[in-house]
């Protein structure tokens, strides 16, 4: 298509254009392009935009954001001022709620007080009526006959006669009684050791006299009291083993007061135990401040020397911690010595005493196998405290033995008085075995482990000595110390067994200077075969493992 061809083409669409357009024939001739120069090509460009007023448009954005800013800061204003008020408006309503609530509760304190002043005073009007009315009766009627049968009366007025300090027991013979009865030959057992008392006409007594009631009834082999004395008795069906009376209010009680009490007396349904004199209850007072003393001074440690601790239950041995088996017939005399002051169950017959260290007595009486447990001091605290934290019944006794009265004792039986003492009794029998483990332990490293029991008997040591050796390290024994020694049990019965640490020194060509190191040896030792049974060896660290080896093998160690 030619360029003629496209001229006319555009003129008339233009021309199109312009006919609908609603423009006026000055506006057309005016905005009509210049159509020879299209045709030409020689159409001058547009004029250039107007020059941009920057300055202005800057003035104009500053002043929008400076009113912005200004409206911004006027709604913040606004916003404060509008929660001030809020927060004024609530103070103000809770303070108003406070004051209406503390005018009431006045008001309400006000009406309780003046309703109690009232009920007060219409009761002491009524008492002072009831008073002024049985005072009348009183003076008009004529005295009411003494209806007590004979035998009460005459019951009534045994209890009566004596000091008025004493305590009477009466054992429950009736189906109520939960813990004692009565054999047929005639004699008191209380299931469990247990009993429950309870007190008749009142109760005044203090701690003392419930001490003494308790040391009464353990000589009936009742040791374990399930309710204070002082629970008071019911008036019909009693479900208590003893009732307590004490004289002092037989004696003051009228006799409608304690007619009941003589009644059961009288058809056996009570029968007299015991009477608890003055001189039982001040004994009693002084054993319960030495119980006290005890106490305090084992658990704050200022008390030393050698005691007793009573556990709850009817075991009868006495696990003795911390104390070496040399040692036993020390303790059996102490205890005898005690005799007189030990529980029922702990006192009859012979005495049952076990050794333990403490951990084993401490795991003896976790078991239930104690009864008491005898140790010293520092021993009996830290087992006290244990005991007491898992909710047993711990008491310490007062029996206790000084360090001198403790050292008298050994030197009678002629046992070692302290641990360094029993140690050097013990190094000629311990030192020889641990001697001959050194001279086999050396045999062996000479003979580059090659050669010697060493290598079947402790395999952790060989395989330790093996890893060193290709590492170019050089081994030698430097010394030995006990870390334990005792019996054990073995599938032959009891061997000596022993723990041992060895001390080793290490060189190297490659390092300047001597490194040290250890291993623990334990075993047991078989002196009719000249053999180490049940071997083991660990590294110092395997403190853990070595304890288990211990227990697996049942040691009782005579070193610690």
């Keep these: 298509m030619s360029r003629r061809t496209i001229a006319r083409l555009a003129l008339i669409a233009l021309l199109a254009a312009g006919g609908a357009s609603p423009w006026t024939a000055a506006t057309r001739a005016q905005n009509a392009p210049d159509l020879d120069c299209v045709f030409k090509g020689t159409c001058r460009p547009p004029p250039p935009p107007p020059p941009v007023d920057r300055e202005r448009l800057e003035r104009e954005r500053q002043e929008r954001e400076r009113r912005a800013a200004e409206e911004r800061e006027r709604q913040e204003r606004q916003r404060v001022e509008r929660e001030r008020q809020e927060r004024e408006r609530v103070e103000h309503e809770r303070q108003e709620r406070e004051r209406v609530q503390r005018e009431r509760a006045e008001q309400e304190r006000a009406q309780r007080e003046r309703a109690e002043r009232e009920r007060v005073e219409r009761e002491r009007a009524e008492r002072d009526r009831i008073e002024r009315e049985r005072a009348e009766r009183e003076r008009t009627k004529t005295p009411p006959k003494d209806e007590t049968p004979p035998a009460v009366a005459e019951k009534l007025n045994e209890f009566k006669r004596g000091d008025p300090n004493d305590v009477l027991l009466f054992f429950n013979e009736t189906a109520d009684a939960p813990n004692g009865r009565r054999q047929p030959r005639g004699d008191l057992t209380f299931r469990d050791g247990q009993f429950a008392p309870c007190a008749a006409l009142g109760w005044s007594g203090g701690p003392e006299v419930s001490a003494a009631v308790r040391a009464t009834m353990a000589t009936h082999g009742a040791t374990r009291m399930m309710t204070d004395v002082s629970t008071p008795c019911p008036d019909g069906r009693r479900p208590f083993d003893i009732v307590a009376v004490e004289r002092r209010l037989l004696q003051v009680s009228p006799p409608a007061g304690v007619q009941a009490l003589a009644a059961d007396v009288v058809a056996r349904r009570l029968t007299p135990l015991a009477t608890i004199s003055a001189a039982d209850i001040a004994a009693a007072r002084d054993r319960l401040q030495r119980e006290r003393d005890v106490t305090a001074g084992l658990r704050d440690g200022t008390l030393q020397g050698m005691?007793?601790?009573?556990?709850?239950?009817?075991?009868?041995?006495?696990?003795?911690?911390?104390?070496?088996?040399?040692?036993?017939?020390?303790?059996?005399?102490?205890?005898?010595?005690?005799?007189?002051?030990?529980?029922?169950?702990?006192?009859?017959?012979?005495?049952?005493?076990?050794?333990?260290?403490?951990?084993?007595?401490?795991?003896?009486?976790?078991?239930?196998?104690?009864?008491?447990?005898?140790?010293?001091?520092?021993?009996?605290?830290?087992?006290?405290?244990?005991?007491?934290?898992?909710?047993?019944?711990?008491?310490?006794?007062?029996?206790?033995?000084?360090?001198?009265?403790?050292?008298?004792?050994?030197?009678?039986?002629?046992?070692?008085?302290?641990?360094?003492?029993?140690?050097?009794?013990?190094?000629?029998?311990?030192?020889?075995?641990?001697?001959?483990?050194?001279?086999?332990?050396?045999?062996?490293?000479?003979?580059?482990?090659?050669?010697?029991?060493?290598?079947?008997?402790?395999?952790?040591?060989?395989?330790?000595?093996?890893?060193?050796?290709?590492?170019?390290?050089?081994?030698?024994?430097?010394?030995?110390?006990?870390?334990?020694?005792?019996?054990?049990?073995?599938?032959?019965?009891?061997?000596?067994?022993?723990?041992?640490?060895?001390?080793?020194?290490?060189?190297?060509?490659?390092?300047?200077?001597?490194?040290?190191?250890?291993?623990?040896?334990?075993?047991?030792?078989?002196?009719?075969?000249?053999?180490?049974?049940?071997?083991?060896?660990?590294?110092?660290?395997?403190?853990?493992?070595?304890?288990?080896?211990?227990?697996?093998?049942?040691?009782?160690?005579?070193?610690s």
């Excluded at 067994?497 to 040896?521: D, E, H, K, W, Y």
């Design 307 to 559: 005691g007793l601790l009573l556990l709850d239950g009817n075991a009868r041995r006495v696990c003795a911690a911390g104390v070496s088996d040399a040692q036993r017939g020390a303790v059996v005399a102490a205890l005898v010595g005690w005799r007189g002051q030990l529980p029922p169950h702990l006192a009859a017959g012979g005495l049952d005493v076990a050794a333990f260290d403490k951990d084993g007595a401490l795991a003896a009486a976790r078991r239930g196998e104690c009864g008491a447990i005898f140790g010293d001091a520092a021993t009996l605290r830290e087992l006290d405290a244990a005991l007491r934290g898992e909710g047993r019944q711990v008491t310490p006794a007062r029996a206790w033995l000084t360090p001198p009265e403790w050292n008298a004792l050994l030197e009678r039986f002629g046992a070692p008085r302290s641990l360094e003492e029993r140690r050097r009794q013990l190094a000629g029998t311990v030192n020889p075995l641990a001697e001959r483990l050194v001279a086999d332990l050396r045999s062996y490293i000479a003979a580059d482990g090659k050669s010697g029991p060493i290598g079947g008997e402790f395999p952790a040591f060989a395989q330790w000595h093996g890893q060193l050796k290709t590492m170019k390290w050089a081994l030698s024994v430097e010394s030995y110390s006990i870390d334990d020694f005792g019996d054990a049990t073995s599938a032959g019965g009891s061997l000596p067994s022993v723990v041992v640490v060895v001390n080793f020194a290490l060189t190297s060509p490659a390092v300047q200077g001597t490194r040290a190191n250890c291993m623990i040896f334990a075993w047991l030792d078989d002196a009719a075969a000249t053999a180490r049974r049940e071997t083991t060896a660990f590294g110092c660290d395997a403190v853990s493992e070595i304890e288990r080896w211990k227990r697996q093998h049942g040691m009782k160690s005579k070193w």
